[in-house]
């Protein structure tokens, strides 16, 4: 039986935002695989588990540069180490300045892009003058450019924290915008189908069977009810099959919206500033022992 410390504990607690006790009992049950006691709790807590993938947890901003004929465009998330910094003048500035490098010199990755001329010198001696300066650490962690096949449209939303590029092809730059807003409000994480990972759908369908099973459906029953799981995972999910956050009747799909305008996505990208790397805990002994404190006061 493996060891379960407060340090994973803490971990899971993070992922998936469930009490720190049901975190434990999961953690013991999957003999401390991570993976695994995180579905367990998805079987037991159902959504309440499910914050991983939206965690915002790292400061920053992500930038947007766009060509004015949208043809050409980047977007870029820079990191700091507080959200005080990441408000500061001379850091929004390497942001966007970065960002606009990108767009225009198409660089391999972030070590060619540090490499690239920025005011006297280049991305990286500009980025560590200013680490030197504010004597906070920042880094360059991602970015993306497009070239597009319609024309690129864009939307920052939260005080730069979440970013959206879609190329949209035909319709008219407000279809664009709505888009690019529901994209920043839904979060979907592929355009169709094709884009999500079997190893997701797998998840979903093993959490539904198991779910299913303990809710005391027929075993017959069981493979049936996970298919309409994961096909309903999948309208929520994929962009064509959300509805459309303006939707006057609360029923037009995207991909419905689409047909109607006579345009189609030709792709996007959504950035949340932090997504995937964990905050760390600044004191969970204080955590625990508060909710111990509160446990024994109920008895």
């Known amino acids: 039986m493996a060891a379960i410390t407060a340090g994973m504990v803490a971990e899971l607690r993070g992922k998936t935002d469930a009490p720190m006790m049901e975190c ?18 998805r079987v037991k807590l159902g959504n309440k588990a499910s914050k991983a993938a939206t965690r915002i947890a790292a400061e920053g901003v992500v930038a947007i540069s766009i060509a004015a004929d949208g043809k050409t465009g980047a977007m870029i998330e820079v990191n700091s180490e507080t959200d005080f910094v990441a408000k500061n003048d001379e850091f929004l500035a390497l942001a966007n300045g970065s960002a ?3 767009a225009a010199h198409n660089p391999a990755d972030v070590a060619a892009l540090s490499a690239l001329p920025m005011g006297e010198g280049t991305v990286e001696s500009t980025r560590s003058a200013l680490v030197g300066k504010i004597g906070e650490n920042m880094t360059i962690r991602r970015f993306v450019r497009f070239e597009a096949k319609g024309k690129l449209q864009s939307y920052i939303h939260g005080g730069s924290k979440v ?4 190329d949209v092809v035909g319709g008219d730059d407000q279809l664009g915008k709505d888009l690019a807003m529901h994209i920043a409000a839904s979060k979907p ?15 979903e369908r093993r959490v539904a069977i198991e779910k299913a099973r303990e809710a005391g459906k027929p075993e017959a029953m ?8 994961v096909q309903k995972y999948l309208k929520d999910v994929t962009l064509l099959g959300q509805v459309f956050v303006k939707a ?10 689409l047909k109607a305008k006579g345009a189609s996505v030709a792709g996007f990208s959504l950035f949340l500033v932090g997504e995937g790397i964990e905050k760390k805990v600044d004191d969970f ?9 509160a446990a024994a006061a109920k008895k």
């Open 222 to 229: 069981l493979e049936k009810i996970a298919e309409g799981t």
């Open 100 to 102: 606009a490098l990108v």
């Open 248 to 257: 006057e009747d609360g029923k037009q799909t995207i991909e419905q919206l």
């Open 189 to 203: 994480k592929s355009l169709d189908a094709s884009g999500v990972s079997a190893e997701l759908l797998d998840t």
């Open 163 to 166: 970013g959206v590029v879609i």
């Open 285 to 293: 002994a204080a955590e625990v022992a508060a909710q111990a404190a």
């Open 24 to 41: 434990k009992k999961a953690l013991t049950e999957a003999d401390g695989d991570m993976v695994k006691a995180e579905e367990i709790l």
